[in-house]
């Protein structure tokens, strides 16, 4: 039943109380109790004390899911006020835990190798498996080693949950992210020093998990913004940390997922990473391409180094550049001479496969495109490497690359191999530039033999064996570098001139072509001969044939001109139209994958939500699970140390150790008991048959012994008993005798005093008497006032109580006679609204019927002045008829000279420009008289408006 503390102090008093008595599980729970409180959720400084006590309990012991809970709980109480006190408190628990597995491993008697600890479990998270059990059964070991074991791996499990348990705590958290990393790093350590393979990959998938979730969720409060430099850097920091550890375990292929890791961090990084930090990384990634046995990337990635230690090194020494040309002239010596032809792979789909591949780890170099054997060394050359080199390395560039000379090839490479073999970094290649030396020998005894036999060529290749050697020829038939065949029958080997066969272009030193690639190439070398021959026999035929086609050329193109212009504006504009559908299909694309992206996102995030709350959900489950797990394991202990404290309980439970009791539940410890109290009584049972038949014999004997002498021993004592009471009766007679005597001596004495006791007790009677009727009288009168006082004030209650009801009638009756008035004040003011009402509604009804009256008044208006308005006009139009006549008489006195086209042109050019002036005239009069009524009749209005509302 948890313990709840008005202070948090008071919890740290109890908790060291339990502990000065040795109860360590109580202290532990006192504590928890009160972290856990919601009621305590304001960080104060005795909450360091607190939680350090606690993660010291929590480690001692090894609750690590309960250290879990309290880090939780206490990042929420400190995360807003003090999260230095929680990174103090990270590094406090980190650092118990790495002193108690020190300690458990210098107690341990564990195999130490190269100084690590080598346990001997694969997944700390599944210590026993079936596997484990039964080698366990059949070993050989000693009690000794399996009890160094038991005490080593549990501290070991405990730390990496530990380390584990932090690194989800400190998760895409701002705040806490510079511990974070700490406690990343830290956690690789821990995996070199005890040789823990299986954890760091768990670590590894961890971590990528949480860069996944900060990606995801880069939109919450206190999230890590991977946009800022120092925390893009932190990580990469972290991620070549990770890629030291993997390659220091040897576990490459997690290593080559580090460096995936790392190229997608420099990647989204909005900043350059420093030099050093790429030269690193360049550097372990040439490492990973060596052990994974591709030469090519591991020279392109000594290449990248060699750059860039060139460019951004400014300080750079001969020495260290002369080492890194060294080792990049090595590298690339030792890329083998493999073919690019499509031909030599066994299917096309294998080929793309391996171009994907190439093309990936280009990527990771920050290549365009990938590398080959050609191009390093086209670059060795640009850039000038070999100058820098020892003269042994730049020897055996030219052997191998420039110069011919297969017979005594393999000898001077021999030499150089020697000193690549006297260099620590340089030996690892040594290998690699023999088979090379061995496949370009191939390739120049190939150019000059077309038979050797396999005796001469195991002499001028003395490092390599005849298996070797069977080996290179075969593959290099397989890659179709060269048409070779093995006669084992007669010892040789031949070149063939199958001109089916289409060889590549032979890299290195070339002396002459192939048989085959001449018989190939005869068609094509004769019909350029012929075709030069045509041209210096009939040069004027040559001349007069292109001058025609030169002529029938400008023809054509003048006559298609104008067409192909057309069509080229047509095509043109096709273009055009066809670019804006596709740039309107892609931007309604783009819409449509946003929306469609939006919509996963927000599908995505519901579901994460949903996740997380089922996980919430499901965690405190486990967590009400465990607790009451807890709980009863608790009052299980209780139960057994009260058992422990009964004699049987004792015994029962002896024999039984800690770690039985974990098997052990409620009913089994009762049933153990009972078995033990069984056996108990049987044992007793036993015991006292076997006594009580050994008493029984002894007892016989005795009986059987002593019956003569108790009945002489009963004869004397009645003689004895006989004189005894005798004795005892006279000494009896003689004291009732003297008491006797004594009594009467009394009863002489007292009867000379009983007149004087007489007198005395009457006399001391009536003064008594007196006494006691003075105290009668005194308690009546007392009695009767009392009584009197007591109906007096009964009396002034009761005129009390009339008083206070007439009061409250008299208050009842003003209360109503004011509801009254009330009532009546509020009728009143209803009917002066109802009157008030009405006598605005005969207003409005007034008001509207003056309108409706002017309104009336304004029409008649209206009508008489368009009347007069019409009359007018008619007046007008007969005087314009008047004025047309007198014009047409006048254009009738006109001269007849005029051509009566004309005359009639002009009389109807005339009308109609009179006409249509006389439209616009009589217009312009309306217009003007529509707008002078139209202000009359506003003002007018408004004038009458504003009268009747004066009047209103």
Not at 5 to 16: G, I, Q, T
Request: hydrophobic share 35%.
């Amino acid at each position: 039943m948890p313990i709840y503390f008005l202070k948090p102090e008071n919890a740290l008093k109890r908790a060291h109380e339990f502990l000065e008595v040795g109860k360590k599980e109580p202290a532990l729970d006192a504590l928890s109790d009160v972290i856990k409180s919601k009621k305590h959720r304001t960080w104060q400084k005795v909450h360091e004390e607190i939680m350090e006590k606690y993660l010291t309990l929590c480690v001692e012991l090894r609750r690590g899911h309960l250290a879990k809970e309290g880090l939780y709980q206490y990042k929420l109480i400190c995360q807003q006020v003090s999260i230095a006190s929680l990174e103090d408190s990270v590094r406090f628990f980190l650092r118990l835990s790495n002193e108690k597995a020190e300690d458990a491993r210098k107690n341990s008697q564990q195999v130490v190798q190269d100084g690590q600890v080598v346990l001997d479990v694969d997944d700390l998270d599944h210590i026993q498996t079936p596997e484990s059990l039964l080698l366990s059964a059949v070993s050989a070991e000693d009690t000794q080693a399996r009890t160094d074991r038991v005490l080593l791996t549990p501290w070991v499990k405990f730390l990496w949950e530990a380390y584990r348990s932090v690194l989800d705590l400190l998760r895409n958290n701002a705040k806490v992210e510079k511990i974070y990393h700490e406690v990343a790093k830290e956690a690789f350590k821990f995996c070199v020093d005890y040789a823990r393979r299986t954890e760091f990959r768990k670590l590894c998938d961890n971590l990528r998990q949480h860069l996944q979730h900060i990606q995801t969720y880069q939109n919450q409060s206190n999230s890590v913004n991977l946009n800022s430099p120092e925390s893009m850097q932190m990580h990469v920091e972290t991620r070549l940390q990770q890629l030291d550890t993997a390659i220091a375990l040897d576990l490459w292929q997690e290593a080559f997922k580090a460096i995936n890791d790392v190229h997608g961090l420099l990647n989204l990084s909005k900043k350059a990473p420093r030099p050093a930090m790429v030269a690193n990384y360049l550097m372990k990634q040439a490492t990973v391409y060596w052990m994974a046995n591709n030469p090519l990337f591991h020279a392109a990635a000594c290449h990248r180094l060699l750059v860039l230690s060139r460019e951004q090194k400014k300080n750079l020494s001969e020495v260290e550049l002369g080492k890194l040309a060294s080792r990049v002239v090595a590298a690339t010596l030792a890329v083998p001479l493999h073919s690019c032809n499509p031909e030599s792979n066994f299917t096309q789909e294998l080929n793309e496969i391996a171009r994907d591949k190439h093309r990936r780890l280009a990527g990771l170099l920050q290549l365009s495109q990938p590398p080959s054997r050609s191009s390093l060394i086209r670059d060795v050359i640009r850039l000038n490497v070999l100058d820098h080199i020892a003269p042994e390395l730049k020897d055996l560039f030219d052997w191998l690359e420039n110069e011919f000379h297969p017979l005594q090839l393999c000898e001077r490479v021999v030499k150089c191999v020697e000193f690549l073999d006297a260099d620590e970094e340089l030996k690892q290649y040594s290998d690699k530039i023999k088979t090379v030396a061995t496949s370009r020998l191939l390739q120049q005894v190939a150019q000059v033999y077309s038979t050797i036999q396999i005796k001469r060529l195991l002499k001028l290749a003395p490092f390599v064996s005849e298996f070797g050697l069977e080996n290179s020829i075969v593959r290099a038939a397989k890659l179709v570098d060269l048409q070779v065949r093995i006669d084992h029958r007669s010892q040789c080997v031949m070149f063939g001139a199958d001109v089916s066969l289409v060889e590549q272009n032979v890299e290195g030193p070339l002396l002459q072509a192939m048989p085959s690639e001449v018989l190939r190439k005869q068609l094509s070398c004769l019909s350029c001969g012929l075709a030069k021959a045509v041209k210096m026999v009939a040069p004027e035929d040559e001349v007069g044939r292109v001058e025609a086609q030169r002529r029938s050329v400008a023809k054509a193109h003048l006559s298609n001109r104008a067409k192909e212009h057309r069509a080229m504006l047509k095509r043109k504009s096709q273009i055009e139209r066809r670019k804006e559908e596709i740039e309107s299909l892609a931007q309604a694309k783009e819409r449509q994958e946003k929306a469609m992206e939006q919509e996963k996102i927000r599908k995505t995030k519901s579901a994460e939500e949903a996740r997380l709350k089922k996980e919430a959900q499901e965690r405190e489950i486990k967590r009400k699970k465990e607790e009451l797990a807890e709980i009863g394991r608790r009052q299980f202990m209780e139960k057994i140390e009260q058992i422990k404290k009964t004699a049987i309980g004792e015994k029962a439970l002896a024999k039984f150790k800690m770690e039985d009791y974990e098997n052990l539940d409620a009913d089994s410890l009762v049933a153990k008991q009972m078995e033990e109290l069984e056996r108990e009584k049987k044992e007793l049972a036993s015991r006292l048959r076997a006594v009580e038949k050994r008493v029984d014999h002894f007892e016989r004997a005795k009986r059987l012994a002593e019956v003569p002498l108790l009945k002489e021993q009963y004869q004397k004592q009645l003689k004895d008993d006989e004189v005894f009471f005798k004795e005892q009766q006279q000494a009896k007679i003689a004291k009732a005798i003297a008491e006797r005597k004594d009594a009467e001596a009394i009863k002489g004495r007292m009867a000379k005093m009983e007149k004087d006791v007489k007198i005395y007790i009457d006399r001391l009677s009536g003064v008594r008497n007196v006494r006691y009727q003075d105290e009668l009288k005194e308690f009546n009168l007392r009695l009767a006032e009392e009584r009197e006082k007591w109906r007096q004030e009964r009396i002034r209650q009761a005129e009390l109580e009339d008083e206070r009801r007439r009061e409250e009638e008299r208050r009842r009756e003003e209360e109503r006679k004011r509801e009254e008035e009330r009532i009546a004040q509020e009728e009143r003011q209803r009917e002066e609204e109802r009157r008030l009402e009405e006598e605005r509604r005969h207003e409005e009804e007034r008001r509207r019927e003056e309108e409706r009256r002017l309104e009336e008044e304004r029409r008649h208006e209206d009508e008489r002045r368009r009347e007069e308005v019409r009359k007018r006009e008619g007046e007008r139009g007969e005087e314009r008829r008047d004025w047309g006549r007198d014009d047409r008489r006048g254009d009738d006195r006109r001269g007849d000279d005029r051509q009566d086209w004309g005359r009639g042109d002009s009389r109807g050019m005339g009308r109609d420009d009179r006409r249509d002036e006389r439209r616009d005239d009589h217009r312009d009069e309306r217009q003007d008289w529509g707008r002078g009524d139209s202000r009359g009749m506003g003002r007018d209005d408004r004038r009458d408006e504003r009268q009747d509302w004066g009047r209103g």
